[in-house]
């Protein structure tokens, strides 16, 4: 019999399903319908928007030395630019995780194939994914771990990588990742590892950054374990040795480097302190130049501040010497009612250099300094003057107001001309007679600036003050109260006006910001300088005016080696008392406020000192601590004035009314002997003043008793114009501003 014939034998079992026709047939029918759901889920699958934490970033808030102040923000991040970065520094992170970067469609599907078979077989995970799907997963998706998570990343990343240039890509990767030390991206971790920008990294150093981001925590050098830096130095090596293998790095500079060890963790700056007083401040400002307050909280902006570190520091130890070493604030409910608040401004530019807003702005969150709800008093009266210059203002009986204009300091006398009555109380009820302007601004007499008002007139008045930097508002009437700063005010805000004045009339607006920058806009700051609001003459005097207040006026414990102006202000019930004064190159304003725990408003009586806490006491104290630190120990600058031709006249005679000094009044020495002519005397018909004859010694001579009724420690009007506060200091006593 013959062979049976081959093909005709049926096959038996399994192997009649089965060919290498089939199992091919039936492996191309796969593939290409694994292809197909590829193209449908690659169609499918968008590139979705940035997650929230990829373009979150910090923002960098720098003294004026360039020096980090603080960073804000819930993630430390700061987004540069790739042309930021050296170009060995990048080729580092491409020789770290994927040398084909330059030439690859996005995906590597042999290590992505390698790393998820490790991870099935048990063998641990490893990494096999590109650098473009690493900015994927970082920028667009998650961290989760699931295969849904991969092949979305696998087919966006192709999609990426079609759409944006690999500079870009290689950018977002290094500038999205994750490098320990709570630093998102490369600028946040050159900074913490290594103290420097981006654009300062050496090669060996970005190869030990590139190097971190296999196990960032693990490889942190100065935590890490005895085999974890053996591993990141294995790692490093092996991330050179790369770039020499790709003609990214010379094998001679190669073999010269060592191991960057990094430096130690420091804390991020936070906001205690001063620090979130000039922060919220710097924001402030840049919401006034129309960056929004989103913009601020979305991160990405650098800004370079004009506070000068220094200053700070000097101003910051004088509030600490001269006010918070004699506070108990812990044991003594009064010493815990005192604030200060202060700002500090260079008059040719109006740039803030240093400012203090309180005891700590975790602890105490209003800033002080820029709070305007507390009277500035008596430093409003040189604005008084000021304006009587400008406008060439007359007394009732028409003389020219100048520094050696008499008027009658009388306290509790009666204001001439004006429909509003007022009759203000000087300090301690002093009568002193008839004064020059110069000597009424020494001892800042109540009734001399109140009747001064009336003669330059109170919109005028208001006016000046605005044009040279005061702020309006409802509690800025236009009555003869005025002339005793009872509106309210900052220590910005007066800083702001006194530089004015020492700036010659021109105008300067205290700015914070220098420069702003962010990867999408670039801000200009904000304007120190402007134009001239009043004549140099008339700003030339009120300097000049305030020169003898430090010298031998209120303002005396503020002199030190350098020459300066100034003036001191109590308010109502001493609820807030300042000093504002400058010298050539510097101008502050400082002030103590009374504000128990539910921020009201309480008098500062009896806490810094016994009795007031007058202007011319803690303030001053202050003022001379920081400018004397801040000046280097002092200045031999002198101020360059053109004023008017009054100021020559003889000292004026010592008040009457009190016989014992009272602490503000020991502060203002009189230099006048008490038998002398006390000047020129207005003509008989003068309202503004009620001048005595001839033979009468104001020194020794009372004055006529007058009807006025007596008022609180800030005068105002009768109730039916501006009810008075009913406040009275703790010690019962009602006492008249300073």
Same mark, same amino acid.
């Given at each position: ?10 096959? @038996? ?51 004026? #030395? ?86 979305? !990343? ?20 290094? #500038? ?29 150093? +970005? ?59 420091? $804390?991020?700056?936070?906001? !205690? ?77 109006? !740039? ?6 309180? &005891? ?23 604005? &008084? ?18 520094? +050696? ?11 001439? +001309?004006?429909?509003? $009555? ?25 009734? &001399? ?8 007139? /109170? ?20 009555? $003869? ?6 509106? +309210? ?84 019930? #001493? ?36 009795? @007031?806490? #007058? ?37 004026? $005679? ?46 020794? /001579? ?8 007596? &008022?609180?420690? !800030? ?22 501003? @300073?």
């Amino acid at each position: 019999m013959g062979r049976p014939d081959k093909s005709k034998v049926k096959k @038996r079992g399994l192997r009649r399903f089965f060919s290498w026709k089939k199992l091919l047939g039936t492996f191309f029918v796969a593939c290409l319908l694994a292809m197909g759901a590829l193209y449908v889920v690659y169609l499918l699958v968008p590139v979705p928007t940035a997650n929230a934490e990829a373009t979150m970033q910090s923002n960098i808030y720098k003294y004026a #030395n360039g020096k980090v102040l603080a960073r804000t923000g819930e993630i430390n991040r700061e987004i540069v630019g790739l042309d930021k970065i050296p170009l060995k520094v990048q080729k580092a992170f491409v020789a770290a995780e994927n040398k084909t970067f330059y030439k690859d469609n996005g995906v590597d599907i042999k290590g992505t194939t390698r790393a998820a078979w490790s991870t099935i077989t048990g063998k641990g995970k490893q990494g096999g994914s590109t650098i473009t799907q690493q900015y994927v997963k970082n920028f667009y998706l998650s961290q989760d771990q699931t295969a849904t998570r991969k092949l979305k !990343e696998m087919v966006i990343a192709i999609k990426v990588d079609q759409q944006s240039s690999k500079s870009d890509i290689l950018a977002g990767y290094m #500038n999205t990742s994750y490098y320990g030390r709570s630093a998102y991206g490369i600028q946040a971790a050159a900074r913490s590892y290594y103290g420097v920008d981006a654009t300062q990294l050496t090669t060996a150093q +970005g190869a030990y950054l590139a190097s971190l981001l296999q196990a960032p925590n693990q490889y942190d050098w100065t935590s890490a374990s005895t085999t974890g830096r053996k591993l990141v130095e294995e790692r490093w090596n092996y991330v050179l040795d790369n770039m020499v293998g790709e003609g990214w790095l010379p094998e001679a500079e190669r073999a010269a480097m060592k191991f960057p060890v990094p430096q130690k963790p420091k $804390p991020l700056p936070g906001m !205690e302190g001063q620090t979130g007083y000039i922060v919220e401040a710097a924001n402030q400002e840049l919401m006034r130049q129309g960056v929004s307050e989103e913009d601020i909280k979305a991160g990405g902006w650098t800004i370079t501040l004009s506070i000068d570190e220094k200053r700070q520091k000097d101003l910051v130890k004088a509030v600490d010497r001269q006010l918070e070493a004699k506070l108990d604030r812990k044991g003594d409910k009064k010493d815990a009612t005192v604030q200060a608040g202060a700002t500090s401004v260079d008059p040719k530019t109006g !740039e803030v250099v240093a400012l203090y807003g309180g &005891v700590g702005a975790t602890e105490h969150w209003t800033s002080n300094a820029t709070r305007r709800d507390y009277q500035p008093a008596s430093t409003f009266k040189p604005i &008084v003057l000021a304006s009587a210059l400008e406008n060439r203002s007359v007394t009732q009986d028409g003389r020219e107001i100048g520094l +050696g204009t008499i008027y009658d300091g009388t306290s509790k006398r009666k204001v001439v +001309g004006s429909d509003i $009555p007022f009759s203000p109380e000087n300090e301690d009820d002093d009568d002193y007679g008839p004064v020059t302007v110069q000597k009424a601004t020494n001892s800042s007499i109540n009734s &001399v600036y109140a009747q001064m008002i009336v003669d330059v007139g /109170t919109t005028r008045t208001k006016q000046t003050a605005l044009a040279l930097g005061m702020k309006d508002g409802p509690d800025f009437g236009e009555t $003869p109260a005025m002339s005793l700063g009872t509106m +309210g005010a900052s220590t910005m805000d007066m800083a702001g006006v006194y530089a004015t004045l020492d700036n010659h009339g021109k105008k300067v607006t205290p700015t914070l910001v220098k420069a702003a920058v962010h990867k999408d806009r670039t801000l200009s700051p904000a304007k120190g300088i402007g134009g001239q609001v009043i004549s140099r003459e008339a700003a030339d005097t009120v300097t000049k005016a305030m020169t003898g207040v430090v010298r031998n006026g209120s303002g005396t414990r503020a002199a030190g080696n350098y020459e300066a102006a100034g003036k001191t202000g109590t308010s109502e019930n #001493n609820r807030s008392a300042w000093f504002v004064g400058y010298t050539p190159e510097l101008v502050t304003a400082v002030g103590l406020f009374g504000e128990d725990t539910k921020g009201n408003q309480v008098t500062l009586t009896d806490t810094i000192n016994k009795g @007031r806490a #007058n202007g011319g006491r803690t303030p001053a104290q202050i003022w001379g601590d920081y400018t004397t630190g801040a000046l280097d120990g002092g200045s031999d600058a002198s101020f360059d004035l053109e004023t008017d031709s009054s100021g020559g006249f003889d000292p004026d $005679p010592t008040p009457t009314g009190s016989t014992e000094p009272t602490q503000e009044s020991t502060e203002e020495p009189t230099e006048a002997p008490t038998t002398r002519s006390p000047g020129p005397t207005p003509p008989p018909t003068s309202t503004a003043t009620t001048p005595p004859e001839p033979t009468r010694d104001p020194a020794t /001579t009372p004055p006529e008793p007058t009807t006025a009724p007596p &008022v609180t420690e !800030e005068p105002s009007p009768p109730p039916s114009i501006e009810p008075p506060n009913p406040d009275t200091s703790q010690d019962g006593s009602q006492r008249p501003p @300073r």
